[in-house]
């Protein structure tokens, strides 16, 4: 059976329509962090993403119909935070997060240097040209917004502590939940801080719905125009 975090690391993957890749996925953190309680997250699929996380060991959580990216990582974050957790790591569904570098992410807030980790994608060609121009522009912005320098705002792939995930409680619900939350870290001033991953872009289809995702993004960005245009003070 799943256990608890009880003070230590849980891993929250929220998924939808994941049955092909979450297996691989869930087996991949239980070889990093042995004994490490995992939640998926079912956010409404049609297909066996469900079975397939259980079947691997995970903790599956499931809402009846789909409701965002956010809202499951909402559900995730919360059942950890339930469950004692003193660190959170998510990571996507769909193996473009390479659960072995798990514990590189985690290592600077272990060493308590840090709030936030993200794992950080390089812009490679291995990413699609339109998401390198966004993620470029993303990073740009919180890191005007935050007043250090941000690698990759976009990234799912993070490692939080408890204090963070208490703090910080964005009410989107959808990809802009990740951005929201990062965005409202910074201004707390929480300390975010970046390592490197690699870049894996396998073809797989995206659930980012690119023009109604693009415009939810930009209306998280909106709410910090001072920042943006006149910096941090």
């Known amino acids: 059976m799943p256990g608890r975090a009880d003070g230590g690391i849980a891993v929250v993957i929220p998924a939808y329509q994941a049955a092909a890749t979450i297996g691989g996925v869930v ?34 959580l499931v809402h009846p119909r789909n409701l ?21 790591v998510t990571l996507d569904a769909d193996g473009q ?20 980790v993200l ?30 320098a941000v690698l990759d705002a976009q990234t799912g792939f993070r490692a939080l502590t408890r204090r963070a995930a208490e703090l910080v409680r964005p009410r989107e619900a959808r990809y802009d939940f ?28 995206s659930h980012f719905r690119y023009w109604a995702d693009t415009w939810r993004l930009a209306r998280v960005f909106t709410r910090y125009g001072r920042a943006i245009i006149f910096g941090v003070r």
């Not at 909402?74 to 059942?79: K, N």
């Not at 990073?139 to 250090?148: K, T, V």
Request: charged share 20%; glycine share 12%; hydrophobic share 40%.
């Open 178 to 205: 990740e951005t929201a939350f990062l965005l409202e870290a910074l201004a707390q001033g929480l300390r975010v801080r970046s390592v490197p991953i690699a870049t894996v872009y396998e073809g797989r289809p």
């Open 119 to 148: 794992g950080a994608r390089a812009r490679t060609r291995a990413m699609p040209f339109g998401r390198r121009c966004t993620n470029w522009l993303s990073a740009a912005l919180a890191s005007r917004i935050g007043g250090r």
């Open 68 to 88: 965002g990216k956010g809202a499951a990582l909402r559900t995730g974050i919360a059942r950890a935070l339930a469950d004692g957790a003193a660190m959170i």
């Open 27 to 60: 087996t991949g953190v239980r070889h990093a962090l042995p004994g490490v309680p995992v939640y998926v997250v079912d956010d409404g699929s049609g297909d066996e993403t469900g079975r397939a996380g259980r079947d691997q060991g995970a903790t599956v």
């Open 97 to 116: 997060h390479p659960p072995e570098e798990i514990p590189r992410l985690v290592a600077p807030v272990a060493a308590q240097q840090a709030d936030v």
